[in-house]
């Protein structure tokens, strides 16, 4: 087997080179280095927290389970497996794994591999045969940082992609629990409507006694059917009510529409719990998953300016290659001979137009656009806080006051049917004191739902409803098989 060296010389000045560039490959990173933005968060909150609530800091990771709801416990831990929304978000963490991945291994060499044979006669001269075999690698000097920059965008683009999944499944998880407060409470609503109706029902039969035996008129028989009419028109509306809720929680949830309707027939409103914890506006800002995934969006548009500056600057790149050549002519064989190349190249963009530049520029921009971005996600999640804590408090006030209301439209409407019956008020009483009490227990049920709700858009707003457990779920799936 023949063998064709290099010379020595040669083969050292270009090794040379490579060990130069190589040097250099560590000497310069363009492109600002990341600073995280400072945010300033007042000390305290505006609104004063409600009764029971308490200000401190508590785990609110699964917050659903301390309404004490089997069901609703049991729908969101559904829809946090099966949420079409929700798996996307995490089809999108592989995704930005995978582009990370990417971006890593552009910092190492490249190695191929390659292979032929042939064979040729002319005339009538013996057959040749020939055949080669052999490696190519190659490597892309980072010189100046644009690799490296590559990859601190691609890991923020996944840390992004992570504190997204958070967000949609703490959005998700409020959504459910949302929907199943407004099914409670139309269920409620609507079994005030049917006792109301019922108890209007009788008025009217005792009505029309009345005047049947001369003691009441038409119009008082009338009025007490208008009341009872206007009772029963409610129902077909919380009823469809309730089915919208059931729907769309069975479509939250990843089921078809209609298949938690039977589940959820019948059931109260989730209990209050006796105090949730409010951090500090600091904590909830490093707890919520939206202003962690703006804050990580910056970073990544941060590095990418640095990518766009090493690319107005030249390229180098080392290659090389080994591999055996042979030929036959019929019977004669020339032997294998081993072929080498080591080379180093340098390549850059001459005139461009300023196109470059402007690349430059328009990254810059960018990176402005996620800088305002994250102060207006900042902002809107203090808001989020203060708006729930004053809604917390403004609807338990509002509860209370409403109860009082409902136990004093009770009594009056027990008083007014009484005296109607002895014939001591006339009958105009007693539908006012009907209205009254259907209206009054109707807005203490919306009450209580509208506290509920409340409360679970407090924990939103806090940032609850994710984990970091969660997170580290996604990643292992996301190195695994997704099915």
């Not at 007042?42 to 609530?53: I, N, Q, T």
């Not at 997204?164 to 609507?190: D, I, K």
């Not at 591999?323 to 190249?345: C, D, I, K, P, Q």
């Amino acid at each position: 087997m023949k063998t064709t060296p290099l010379p020595h010389t040669a083969l050292a000045g270009r090794l040379g080179a490579g060990v130069l560039a190589l040097l250099l490959s560590g000497c310069a990173t363009l492109g600002p280095d990341y600073l995280a933005p400072a945010t300033v968060a007042p000390p305290a909150w505006h609104a004063a927290p409600a009764d029971g609530v308490a200000a401190g800091t508590a785990a609110i990771e699964r917050w659903w389970q301390q309404l004490g709801d089997a069901q609703l416990s049991a729908l969101v831990e559904q829809a946090l497996r099966a949420n079409p929304d929700l798996q996307s978000a995490r089809a999108a963490v592989r995704a930005s794994r995978a582009l990370e991945r990417v971006a890593t291994a552009g910092q190492g060499p490249t190695l191929g591999a390659s292979g032929s044979t042939g064979a040729s006669q002319r005339g009538d001269a013996a057959v040749s045969e020939s055949w080669t075999a052999g490696f190519d690698a190659g490597w892309e000097l980072d010189v100046f940082g644009g690799v490296r920059r590559g990859i601190e965008a691609a890991q923020a683009d996944r840390e992004a992609a992570s504190a997204t999944l958070a967000n949609t499944q703490a959005s998700l998880a409020a959504e459910v629990a949302l929907n199943y407060v407004s099914l409670r409470t139309s269920q409620a609503r609507l079994e005030i409507a049917r006792r109301n109706l019922a108890t209007q029902l009788e008025t009217l039969q005792l009505t029309d006694w009345r005047a049947q035996a001369g003691l009441a008129s038409s119009v008082d028989v009338e009025q007490a059917r208008t009341n009872v009419e206007q009772t029963r028109a409610q129902i077909p509306s919380l009823q469809t009510s309730i089915a919208s809720a059931a729907n769309h929680l069975a479509v939250l949830t990843g089921e078809a529409p209609g298949r938690v309707q039977t589940t959820l027939a019948s059931g109260g409103l989730p209990a209050l719990p006796t105090t949730i914890a409010v951090g500090i506006p600091a904590e909830v800002l490093r707890q919520r998953p939206d202003v962690q995934a703006a804050e990580r969006q910056l970073a990544a548009e941060t590095a990418r300016i640095g990518v766009a500056e090493a690319a107005r600057y030249p390229g180098f790149k080392l290659s090389g290659s080994i591999g055996l050549e042979a030929a036959t002519f019929g019977a004669l064989s020339n032997g294998a001979s081993v072929l080498r190349s080591l080379a180093a190249g340098i390549s850059g963009v001459v005139f461009d137009g300023g196109a470059l530049a402007a690349r430059v520029e328009q990254q810059s921009a960018v990176r402005e656009q996620r800088l305002h971005s994250y102060r207006s996600t900042v902002l809107a999640a203090l808001e989020d806080v203060e708006n729930a804590l004053t809604a917390l408090d403004n609807t338990a006030r509002r509860r209370e006051a409403l109860a009082a209301a409902s136990t004093a439209a009770r009594n009056a409407n027990l008083l007014a049917a009484d005296r109607y019956r002895s014939g001591l008020i006339d009958f105009r009483t007693v539908l006012e004191t009907e209205r009254s009490l259907l209206s009054t227990e109707d807005s203490l049920a919306s009450a209580e739902g509208e506290r509920l709700s409340a409360l679970i858009q407090l924990y939103k707003a806090l940032g609850g409803g994710w984990s970091r457990a969660d997170l580290i779920e996604s990643a292992d799936t996301a190195q695994g098989n997704p099915s």
